[in-house]
C-alpha cells in the first residue's frame, strides 16, 4: 500500500483591508429649481420621490445635505454624474465627495 505524506503549510493570514468610504454631499445654490435636484437625486442615486425631496430639502435649508456613502471610485462617478446633469441643464447644481473619518 502506497502512504501519502500531506505535511500542512502554515497558513498564511490573509488580512482584507476595509476601502475607505466617501461621502457624497449635495450643495444648496439659489437657482437650480427644487424638482430638478428630485430627479436627479432618483436618477443617479437610485433614490425614491421620499428619500430625493428629504435630501433636497435638507440641503436648501441647511446648505448641504449628504447624499449617500460609496468606495472612492462610485463616489467621484456619481457626484460628476450629477453635477454634469446640472450643467447640460445650465444649473449650477453641485455634488462634492468627502473622506468619511
Ligand atoms: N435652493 C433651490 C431653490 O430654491 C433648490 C435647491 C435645493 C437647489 C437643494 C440645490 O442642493 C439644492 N430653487
Known sequence: MTRTTVTPRPQAKTRTE????YKVILLNDDFTP????????KGVF???????LGVMLTA????ACVVAVYTREVAETKA???????????YPLTFTTEREE
Open 46 to 52: 437610485r433614490m425614491t420621490e421620499g428619500e430625493a
Open 34 to 41: 427644487r424638482d430638478f435636484v428630485v430627479t436627479v437625486l
Open 80 to 90: 460628476q454624474q450629477g453635477t454634469s446633469a446640472g450643467q447640460a441643464a445650465g
Open 18 to 21: 476595509r476601502p475607505k468610504l
Open 60 to 63: 436648501h435649508r441647511r446648505g
